[in-house]
Structure formats: C-alpha cells, structure tokens
C-alpha cells in the first residue's frame, strides 16, 4: 500500500487525496481551530481565545495591556497550543495524517493572503527617516543574526528562521519563514520560544533603560516598537513607559507593518542564493529542498506589489484577514499535532543566545541612533 | 527515522513536503489564495460586501 | 438603627436648609470627582437591550459608582450612599408588560411596583446650589439665570438621589403662561417680532410637576414639587412558566392544582393543594390587555393573583398577542385551531423579590435600596443600592463586597471595590472586581495616585446627567493627547448631499482649546460678564475612495461664533469674528410663522449609519432651522410627542416641545402635559397630537435676517444741544435739541463733505419703552441712527444706560459698520455664506455661522484648504492634509494664523480615518454636539487611553449609530 505520490498522481489535485482519506485530520484542524480562536462566522464562545480573555480579566492588566497579549497569545498561538497538548498527550491517530497534511496547502495560502496586510502607504506618515532607519535596523539585525548563527554553527533553518522573526519583530515570521525555507517544525517553534522569551525579557526591562537615559516618548515608542517588535510585547514596554509612549508605538507600528516582508523576504532571498552558490555543502540545509525559486514566494511578491496600488480596500482586506485567521488557525493545529515536545527542546538553547545576543545589539544600535538624533535635534517623526 | 507523531502505518509523513507532491500543493494552496483575494476586491467593487 | 440613622441625617439637611447653609453632607444627587475614571466596560456589569412582551424595545445598563470619598493617611473614607451600584432602564419598567430589568447581573422580569407622588412644599434655593428636598436625597438644582425684558427666568433640574435628571426645565413667574398663548392660527410667512415673551411657572412634565412662586436671578422659591416615588417593586428572577388551562377545569403546578372558572369580569383563579381540597388562594382575576391604565394604584390589584407564602403570581394572558415579539418564547407548538378553542393562558412568576425604597437589600443589609421613577411616566427606570455605613479601607482592611446578589450558582458579592495601596493621602491602586473575578484596571491611572477612590464603572445613562458639571473639562482636557479613535472603514462612501442641519460624525476628533481660535470672558456696558469663543466643525466629510479624494459637502465646513448667551444690542456686547472682537450694532429678525402643517415622526431609520437621513424634517424657512419629531410615548394611552426645533448647526434648540392632549389632573388622569407649548418667543400649538403624527395648527420662532457690526470700539459721545463731534473720520454727529422728561434727543449726521445730511429724532426712552429692552428691535431701532450705506456706515444710538449727563445728551457712535446678512456671502471672503443663528426665544444674534456653499474637494494636488479669510488677509485656519492615500487618511491638522505665527494640531488622524470631521475651540454649538455623544466618547477616551481598539461589533460603533441622533 506504500504507493508513492508520484504514482496515484492523476492531476495537481491528488494532493488533495480522497475525501474518507483527508476528512478525519481535517475534522481535528477544523474542532481545535473552532475551540482556539473567535473565528468569523463561528459562533462558538467556549474558545481558548476567550478563556485567555477571561483569565485577562482575572489577573488585570500588565502595564494597562492584557496578560495574555504579553505572552503572545494570537491565532497562531492558540490552536498550536491546543495541537502540541492534544498531539502529546493522546498522541495523533494515523487516520488524521492525511488530511493534517493540509498544512502544506494551508502555508501557501496564508502567506499569499498575508499581502494585503502590508501596505506601504499606511507608513507614510511616520515620515522618510524613520522608515529608512527601520528598514536599515532591520536588514542589519537579519544580517548579524545569521553571521552569529553561523558562529554559533546552529542549523542554518533555526538561525535564519530567528534572524527573519528577530529582525521583523513579528513571532508570525517564523510560520510564514517555515515553507519558505524548509525549516523542521521544532526549530519554528524552538526559535518562536527564543523571540518569544527574548521580547518578554526585553518588554519589562526597556522602559528601565529609557528611564535610565531619559528617553522622550516618542523616542521609546520606536525604541520598543523596532527594538522588540512583537506586538503585545512592545506595547507592554512603551506602555510600561508611558501611555503617550504608548500612543505613539501604536503609530509608528504601521512602519514595522509595512515594512516586515521585505525583511522576511531578505532573509529567505539570501539563504536561497546561499543555497545556489554552495547546494553541496554539508552545513547547507535552508531553502536547499527548492528546486527552483517557489512559485508561491513570486505570487506572494506580485500581490503585494499590486496591493501597494490600493487593489484590496478595507473592507475586502478584513474580510481577506478573517480567512488569513481561519487558515493559519487550521495550520497551526497541524503544526502543534505534528510536534514531540523533545523536538522542540533538541534544537537547544543556542537559539536563546542567538536572540538575546542580536536583540541587544539591536536595542543598543537603535538607542545609539535614537541618542544621536535628540542630540543633534533631528525630528525622526 | 520518521516518529509516530508524523508518519502513519504506510510511512506517510504529513510533514514531509517535497517533488511533485509540494508542487501540487502550493499550487492548491496559490489558486486558492488568488481565488480568495479575487473574490473579496470583486465582492467589494460589486457592493456585496 | 439605620431608621434612626438616615432620619437624623434627614433632620440635619432640614436643619441646614432652613438655615440656608449648603447642604452638601450626602453623596445623594451629587457627582463624583470630575476627574473620576470611567471604565465603559466591566464583563459583570451587563449592557444589553432586551425586549418585552408586547416587543418593545428595553436598554438595560448597570454601573458602579463612587462618590465624595476622600483619602487621608493610609485611608481611604466613603460616606454612606458613597459607593452606589445602578440598575437603569432608558425606557422605563411597569407591571403587566413583563419589562425586563437587571438585578445584579441576573436578568428579571418587574412584576409589580407601588408607585405614589410625593409632593414638597415651599423649596427655596439660591443660584448654582442643589438642595436636598427629601429624606431620600432628591435635590433640585438653580443652574441658571438669564433675563428677558430684563425680566429674569431661570433653568432648574431636579436630580435624583442617583444623580440622575432627565432634562433642565425653565420657569419664570414673571411673564405670561402657557395658558395665555392667543390663538394666532391667522398667522402666516414672516411677521414682524412679537411683544409677548412666555415662560410658564409651572413645568408640566407628565407625572411631574414643578411650580415656581416667586424668583429673581439669584434665588428661587418653589410653591410646590411633585415627583413619582416607587415605594415598592416585585421582580420575578425566572422565566415565567405558561401553562394553558380550559375554563371551570384545573392544571398542575407543581403540587398544585390551579382552577379558573368563568365569570363575566373574567376568571376566578383558584388555587389548591394537590388533593383539590385545601384551597390556598382565590380570586378574580381579570386578563391583561395592554392598555397603560392598568398599572394604575387602584386598578392593578385586579390583574394578578399572588399566593400568599408561596412563590407565585398568576396573570392571565390574552392569547396569542404574548407569544409573539417576546425574548421569552415558551415551548409552543401551533395546534389546529379546534384545540386551541377555550384555552386560557395562565402566566406564573416565580423566584419573586419584593424590594422597598428605603429599606435593606434583602440579601444583604448593609445596602439600602432605591427606586427611582422616571419623571415623565412614574414608572420604575432605576434601581440603586448603596452602602447603608459609611466605611474605609486601609492597609489591614483593603476591599469592600458590593450587595450580595441572586445567582443560580451561588449568592455572592455582586462586585468588591478593592484599595490595595493607599500611600498618605493618595490611593496608588484601587480597582473594583466583578462577579466572575475580573478586574479592571488600576482605576489610578498614574504614579501620581489619586485623592479619593471615586469612580465610574458602567454604562448607565445616569452617567450623562452627573458629568453635566465636568464633562467640558473632562473632554477639552485631552489627559492622554488628543484622543482619535480610528474609523470603521466601509465598501461605500457615505456620500452627504449637504449637511446642514446635520450633526458631525460622533466619533471626530474635539481638539479642544486651541491657540488662534478666541475664548474669553468679555464685560458689556452693564457690568455682566459672559464668555465669547469661536470654533470650527467638519461634518458629513467623506472620503470618496473611488476617485481619491476627501469630500467636504456643502454646509459640511463651518465657523462658529457664540458667546455664553446671546449678543445684545444696545449694550456694547462683543462677539468674536474670526479672531478679533467685534461690536455688535444692530440687528433685524422677524418672526417665521407657519399653520396647519403635519410633523411625522422620525427614527434612527432606514439605514442607522452615523449620519441619519431626516427625511421627516419640517423646513423653517430656508436654511434657518428645522422641525424634528424624534420622540413619542404614551401616557395612559395619550399619545405625547416630542419635537425638536434643529438648528442650522446640527444642534436641538434647548427647549423640546412636549406636547399631549385631553389630559386633565382634576379629571383624575396620572399625567398631564401642557397640550400647547411657548417658551420666549417660539410657540406651537398642535391641532391634534397622534402617536406617529402631529397637526400643527400654528407655529412661529424667531429669524435673524441680518446684523450690523464693526470691529472698532464704539465711542461714547456727550453733545450739549447745538455741540457736534466727529464720526469716524467721513462724518459729523450733532445734537439739534433734547427733551430729557421725554426722552427723546434730535440729532443730525452729515457726511462731512456735505453730499448727505439727516436727521432723526431718537427715542423716547421712557419706562414704557425700557420695558421693552433690550431685546425688542422696534425700540431698539427707535433708539439707534443709522446712517450711509456702503463703506462708511456709521451709526450712532442713545446710550440707555445714562441717557443724559450733566445737561447733556450722551450716544455710543459705531463707525466701519460691517453686515452680515443671512445666505448672502461673506463680506470679508466670498466663498464662505453667512449664516446668522437666532436666539429662539428672543430674536437676538445667536451664533454667528460661516459655511461653505460648494463642495471642498482634498486630494493628492490640493492638500490644503485654507479657512475664511481674517481682517488682515490671512486664513484664519487652514486644513492640511499630511498623508492620505486615496483610502485612509493617516494624518491631518489643522494650523491656524495667531499674532503673526503658525499653530498647528495634532494629528487628527492619529488612528486611520475616513473622514475629517472635527471639532476645533469650544463653544455651546461644539457643546452641544459632546454633550450628545458624552458616553461614547468618554469610552473612547478610556479604550484610548490603554490604547485598546474597540470591536466594532461590540459595544460602540454599533451603540453609536442606534444612540446618536
């Protein structure tokens, strides 16, 4: 019965396998997604989304933000979460793998639909400097992170997929990074734990250092919007700060929006050239399993470019962000149901180091930068 | 060697994702997502939405 | 003990009010800090609309409420009544109706009410005081004095223990009554300005009844109050079971048998025990229809039976009326006609809970309950427990439990109010945690802490009432920057044809005060001292994503100008135009009358977006003002309307038309609404008032036609007979002759080149005539002297203050006279229309507006739109667009010209927006507009402040656009 792929082939679709064969996982993605997250046209309350909330409500507010926000709990979270407690416990019946699957249709899917989010002209009005020096923090964080992931001689899908969701500040880097560079499961959330225990760390400690160096508010607002970037986490920081800190890293957050693919592209772009130049080096294993440059990436890029012309308005950009929701809801669970928790803890700590080691370069490079302009009164928004 | 997490009693690993078989998926996955976005900015044009 | 208590307090207040010292002892009627946060949301304290039997619609709140508390050495001290929990209803709750109410986060059903009037005699107060007038803490508030004719009358409130009032009310002993009102049927088109000035004594407010004896502008006295007191209300915690019963047979319940046998006055219900043989309860029951009579005191007893000792309240339905529109659908299922052939509907309440005005919360006695009536219909709006005990809370002791409340799972404290870190006088942490454990967040929102531990917690209406004082403050004081809430972007552009008479978008950015647009306090020539300010306002602003740009619609961008009240001729009263102060010369009104015309009435309809369509609106003149009819109730089955006179602005003038027929208290009718209405010059009198129409037989307000002012300070002159002095530097004023007993004076202007001469003899200024200043226009113009029309107008007019001096004649001279005259274009830059407001009860200058006639289109080539043109040439204001990209605009100011520099804005698009609506400066016209969307924009500053964004499902926006008329 061990008939190959490439042997029941009959047209792009037999990926899709038979319904009796794919329903049974696809059924377990679809209950745990219904149970994670507040789904559009679901009307289920008992979500874990909700429970978060509620607990939010239990604990109070950290720096006037919900708890749970802080610790990341998002729509990718949720359900993963769900998934790696269900696939550890129960295990995952061999009926559900078919149709979990799906992931790899999923991944595509939510990237490409992921375009409409990033739109250029909604950071416009940070102004040219500050948007220069997002993108010139970004692109040197993502090239640190992998020049120090090689020193560290980590696996280059673990560094580089920490260097992509490092540098864009966004945990979602490392699900969009994983089809891109063929990453394990274990180093995504192996390096999803480094970003995220890095921005917690560094959400309670930053307003310490803005204090220290009396910061003014809209200086810490980009200090924390680029220096942590996750959002729950970094409006923790600047609202640990300030609330008009707080105001302002909800502005300039469209900056780090807008500019995130072009610092998870980089990424994926140089270790797919890495790949060309040297595909039999043994230390090479990111991005190697493409053949040629992915077809979903250049539909992805054309979306985006064309999204930049005001193709997708609000409210077909919402409606396009509630599928996004559902289809990383259901990818998610896969990814949870797929994961021994010992693949997680084999990628080691070296991703912790990693993180800590190119985040704090990046907070010193930005306060520098920061410093420098108030001193030289240079109005960076 | 493949865990009992991923590959199933005919060693199908639903995680593995290669040759012809990813081809076809991201293809799914691209058509889909066009359709997708299509669908919303021509519901949006039309009022429907 | 308690009894003893709240009657020695009682005593005091009695005490102290006799005296005349301010009684400001009980929290009750009072409100709490200005500056006390407001938390909109608390997952325990629910927020929903529910229906009733007949369909009706039900908004029912609850809130939490801290007030007078103080902080001092590690302690935080609330006085008793101090920490109020509030149950509200917008609409109201009777029996018979199955209303809907909430009791501590469980929903209830009233079942019944004792409702009684209370009536207090001989009330006197002193302005800006609030009077406690009962044992139970109503107050009634002297808010306000003005004059007309220099005659004074006076707006007052009367304010619940709660806080809550539903509106002010203006009284006057010194003009004629309602009842005086001529017919004046005959009367049509515009007609000169009326002498008769009305103001009624006594305000008729359905089950209220407020009578003034005498008053001058600083103190009042009432002869009597009468207000709606529930003495007693009966909640029912479950749904009632139905059980349906065939005549002169019995069905269980539970282990009891219920019969009912036919009579002609209805069914004679009888209850037994299970045998049959114990008969618990018996009597005739008569069915409920709907008729609003039937809560009547004496009449209600006849529609229910409630088993004494058991758990039960029996009515009896009529079928099949009270399956239909209800929330609470029994388990019905249809059954052809035959069976349903002499079938009664029993309908049972159960888990019922009698609470008393006055006395303990049944669960817990440290809470005493209030009933509060709606004013209007006697029936029960709100329900309040407060803290029987003053008490505090320190380091050792840090929390209080809020009543213990009824719950399915198990009774416990509704919500407790925690002070987790009080350091000396200031209270660090506080916050107040739910039923189901959540919290808010630390209600101290600063380092800095707080004195008191005062709060809001809720979304209660009452909310609106008691930030009267504060709200101003609270909204103009942006605490955390200027407050933008990002817009709910749609598929279509809300295309406005022309936003007159039409309010901006409820959630615009108010920009406050703001350097370049005018406030300050100005003194006229008697002494009196009133606040003059100008602002802007953007209304109906869209962008028109299909062709990139931002659209401001006509009318949709204008310039307001207003002083505290309005601008006096005669006194040397300023106003602001366009940055500097402006003189006020003269002016010309008429009075717009119309007869036998229909007011429809309008709703939130047909597509409840935030802009409405009035498309019932009845038209006064033209762009003058407008007819609304936006609220009806019925009282004892009269229908009783309520129309609204909008201005221009997009503003209600103050005084709604509460309008019903046939009612008559000595006939015995619970209610009763003056069947006509006059205040100051503005009257209706309806033909007949329906439940979704009005007839009016005649109508008539004041209309502005145009004012005349100058920007240089007039100039008082004393001439001797024969004595000339210069006007301004074209003309020549004299004195011909003067006759002091008769006060009049003979006076000539000439041109100086002596192309025009004139004479006019001004006056007289007699008793007879005074009494007729300084608002009628008839002596207004006897007294002033126009003169030269064009560039050099100059006018000169009696000064009535001291009309003649030492032998001499004394006049105020005005010169450079500017006009503006209603739809014409501004004189000073043509793109903009005049349009002057009017004083509804006084045919003064009320506000002066500037508008643009045409479209302003913004887009990427015109960024910028600059405002009316001031005196030097330069825009008083400009509109800059920053960043927009055909979809959303990112960010916007607004820069204005102020002694040679450029202030700007903030971003005013902060947050996304799809429009530039706005509110700039404050003035009552920008007043007037917060004041109406007080509680979403209160929230708004609250989501803004932890930089939340609201669902837009949830709460606000969908609240906003059923809320905001």
């Known amino acids: 019965m061990n008939t190959s792929y490439e042997e029941r082939r009959r047209s792009f679709l037999s990926c899709l396998y038979s319904t009796q064969e794919a329903l049974p996982g696809l059924l377990a993605m679809f209950f745990i997604a219904l149970f994670s997250n507040n789904l559009a046209g679901s009307p289920n309350p008992l979500t874990l989304e909700n429970l978060f909330a509620w607990l939010d409500g239990v604990v109070g507010p950290v720096n006037h933000q919900p708890l749970f926000q802080i610790l990341n709990s998002n729509f990718v979270w949720n359900p993963f979460l769900m998934g790696l407690i269900i696939g550890n416990v129960f295990g995952v019946p061999d009926c559900w793998k078919r149709g979990l699957s799906y992931i790899h249709i ?36 993502a090239t640190l992170t992998l020049v120090l992931g090689r020193l560290l001689s980590m696996d280059d899908r673990h560094y580089s997929t920490i260097a992509g969701a490092l540098s864009t500040g966004d945990p979602h880097v490392v699900a969009i990074l994983m089809p891109m560079l063929k990453s394990r499961g274990g180093q995504v959330i192996n390096a999803l734990g480094c970003i995220l225990l890095f921005g917690l760390v560094a959400s309670f400690l930053l307003p310490l250092l803005g204090h220290a160096l009396n910061m003014d508010d809209e200086a810490f607002a980009v200090l924390s919007v680029f220096g942590i970037g996750n959002t729950g986490q970094m409006f923790n920081a600047a609202f640990g700060y300030s609330y008009e800190a707080g105001h302002w890293a909800h502005y300039v957050e469209a900056v780090r929006n807008a500019l995130m693919p072009a610092g998870f592209l980089f990424v994926f772009l140089v270790m797919f050239i890495r790949a060309r130049i040297r595909p039999h080096d043994e230390h090479v294993h990111a991005t190697l399993a493409h053949k040629r440059f992915p077809l979903f990436v250049a539909v992805f890029i054309i979306v985006w470019i064309a999204v930049q012309f005001h193709v997708v308005k609000e409210p077909a950009h919402l409606a396009v962000f509630e599928l996004v929701k559902w289809d990383f809801s259901l990818a998610a669970a896969a990814l949870g149901l797929s994961l021994p928790l010992r693949e997680i803890a084999q990628w080691g700590l070296k991703g912790v180091v990693l993180t800590f080691a190119s985040g704090i370069f990046r907070i010193a490079l930005l306060t520098l930068c920061l410093l420098a302009a108030a001193h030289f009164k240079f109005p960076l928004i | 060697m493949q865990h009992s997490h991923t590959t199933d009693e005919d060693g199908f690993n639903f995680m593995d994702n290669t040759g012809q078989e990813e081809h076809d998926r991201d293809m799914v996955g691209i058509i889909l997502a066009v359709a997708f976005i299509v669908l919303a900015v021509l519901f949006q044009r039309t009022g429907l939405l | 003990m308690n009894k003893l208590l709240v009657s020695g307090v009682a005593a005091a207040i009695l005490c102290l009010l006799v005296s005349g010292a301010p009684a400001a002892e009980s929290p009750h009627g009072l409100a709490p800090a200005g500056d006390m946060p407001f938390i909109p949301e608390l997952g325990g304290l629910r927020h929903k609309a529910f229906k009733n039997q007949y369909g009706q619609r039900r908004d029912l709140s609850e809130a939490v409420l801290v007030r007078k508390s103080s902080v001092k050495a590690g302690k935080a001290t609330v006085p008793a009544g101090g920490l109020c929990y509030i149950s509200e209803t917008e609409q109201d709750a009777a029996p018979f109706r199955r209303d809907p109410f909430l009791l501590l986060g469980e929903h209830a059903y009233l079942v019944d009410s004792k409702v009684s009037v209370r009536t207090v005699r001989d009330v006197s107060l002193k302005k800006g005081e609030k009077v406690t007038v009962d044992d139970s803490g109503y107050r009634l508030w002297f808010d306000y004095a003005t004059d007309h004719y220099d005659l004074p009358y006076i707006q007052m409130a009367l304010i619940a223990p709660s806080g809550h009032w539903p509106m002010e009310f203006s009284v006057s002993s010194k003009f004629p009554a309602i009842k005086d009102l001529p017919d004046r049927s005959h009367m049509e088109g515009d007609v000169e300005q009326l002498d008769e000035f009305f103001l009624d004594p006594v305000f008729e407010y359905g089950a209220s009844r407020f009578e003034v004896k005498d008053h001058d502008f600083t103190k009042a006295h009432f002869a009597a109050l009468s207000y709606p007191v529930i003495e007693e209300a009966t909640f029912s915690l479950a749904r009632p079971v139905v059980l349906d019963l065939r005549q002169e047979e019995y069905r269980l319940y539970g282990t009891k048998r219920i019969y009912a046998f036919r009579e002609n006055e209805g069914f004679r219900v009888r209850v037994t025990d299970f045998s049959g043989n114990t008969v618990l309860a018996e009597k005739l029951v008569r069915p409920i229809t709907s008729q609003g009579s039937k809560d009547a005191e004496d009449e209600k007893d006849a529609y229910s039976l409630t088993v004494p000792g058991e758990d039960m309240r029996i009515e009896i339905a009529v079928q099949p009326e009270y399956l239909r529109h209800s929330d609470f659908v029994p388990w019905s299922t249809a059954v052809p006609h035959d069976w349903e052939d002499g079938v009664l509907s029993l309908v049972i309440y159960r888990d019922l809970v009698t609470v008393k005005n006055g006395e303990p919360w049944p669960l817990d006695a440290r809470y005493t309950v209030g009933l509060e009536a709606n004013l209007l219909t006697g029936k029960l709006q709100r329900l309040t427990l407060e803290n029987a005990a ?88 942006p605490k955390f920057g200027t407050e933008v809430q990002g817009s709910h972007f749609t598929s279509f552009p809300s295309v406005m044809p022309n936003m007159a008479f039409h309010a901006p978008d409820p959630t615009a950015p108010f920009g406050g005060l703001m350097r370049g647009f005018g406030r300050e306090q100005v003194t006229n020539r008697r002494g009196e001292k009133l606040t003059s300010s100008e602002g802007l306002v953007i209304r109906g602003s869209y962008v028109d994503w299909k062709n990139d740009r931002i659209v401001i619609p006509p009318a949709g961008l204008f310039y307001t100008s207003r002083n505290a009240r309005n601008v006096r001729a005669l006194n040397g009263e300023t106003f602001y135009m366009l940055g500097r102060r402006a003189y006020i010369a003269t002016f010309k009104s008429t009075t717009f009358t119309r007869r036998n015309f229909d007011i429809d009435f309008w709703r939130v309809q047909p597509d409840a977006s935030l802009h409405p369509v009035y498309w019932q609106d009845q038209p006064l003149g033209v762009n003058n003002k407008v007819l609304r009819f936006t609220e009806k109730h019925l009282l004892d089955d009269r229908p009783m309307a309520q129309i609204n006179v909008v201005k221009y602005s997009g503003n209600n003038f103050g005084a709604p038309f509460e309008l019903a027929q046939g009612l008559s208290r000595e006939q015995g009718d619970r209610y009763y609404l003056h069947d006509r209405f006059a205040e100051g010059a503005t009257w209706i009198e309806p033909e007949f008032v329906g439940e979704d129409y009005v007839r009016v037989k005649s109508f008539g307000t004041p209309a502005i036609q145009s004012v005349e002012y100058t920007y240089d300070k007039p100039v008082r002159v004393l001439l001797a007979p024969g004595e000339e002095k210069a006007l301004g530097k074209n003309h020549t004023l004299k004195l011909i002759a003067f006759d002091e007993n008769a006060g009049t004076s003979e006076v000539e202007i000439r041109r100086n080149d002596g192309s025009l001469v004139e004479h006019k003899v001004l006056g007289p200024l007699t008793a007879e005539t005074r009494a007729f200043l300084p608002q009628h226009q008839r002596v207004v113009n006897s007294l002033q002297f126009p003169f030269d029309e064009g560039r050099n107008r100059v006018l000169a007019e009696v000064d009535v203050k001291t009309p003649f001096e030492k032998g001499k004649a004394a006049f105020y001279t005005y010169v450079n006279l500017k006009k503006l005259e209603s739809d014409t274009p501004f004189e000073g830059d043509p793109r903009f229309m005049v349009r002057p407001d009017v004083c509804g009860h006084c045919y003064q200058l009320n506000e002066v507006l500037l508008d643009n006639p045409e479209p302003i289109i913004l887009d990427k080539d015109h960024p910028r739109f600059d405002g009316p043109r001031m005196a030097d040439g330069k825009p008083q204001f400009s509109i800059v667009i920053d960043s927009f990209d055909g979809e959303m605009i990112h960010a916007w100011h607004i820069e204005t010209n102020y002694r040679k520099r450029v202030f700007k804005s903030a971003n005013l698009a902060f947050q996304p927006r799809n429009n530039i609506d706005v509110l700039m400066g404050v003035n009552g016209t920008i007043e007037g507009f917060l004041r109406a969307s007080l509680m979403e924009r209160s929230a708004l500053q609250e989501y803004w402040r932890t930089g939340t964004h609201p669902h837009p499902e949830r709460g606000l926006d969908a609240r906003l656009s059923r809320k905001f008329q």
């Open chain 1, 106 to 141: 999923l991944m595509p899917l939510g990237i490409i639909m992921l375009a409409p989010h990033f739109v250029f002209s909604h950071a416009e009005k940070a102004g040219l400097p500050l948007i220069l020096l997002a993108f010139a923090v970004m692109i040197i964080t």
């Open chain 3, 390 to 477: 003053p008490f505090t809370l320190d380091a050792e002791n840090d929390s209080f439990d809020g009543p213990v409340k009824y719950s399915d799972v198990w009774n416990r404290p509704a919500f407790r109010l925690v002070a987790d870190d009080i350091k000396g006088d200031r209270a660090l942490s506080y916050y107040v945690r739910d039923a189901f454990f959540q919290r808010t967040d630390n209600l101290a929102f600063t380092d800095k802490g707080r004195k008191d531990i005062d709060c809001f917690i809720g979304r209660t209406p009452t909310f609106i009432s008691i930030l009267e004082d504060s709200f101003l403050t609270r909204l103009a004081t």
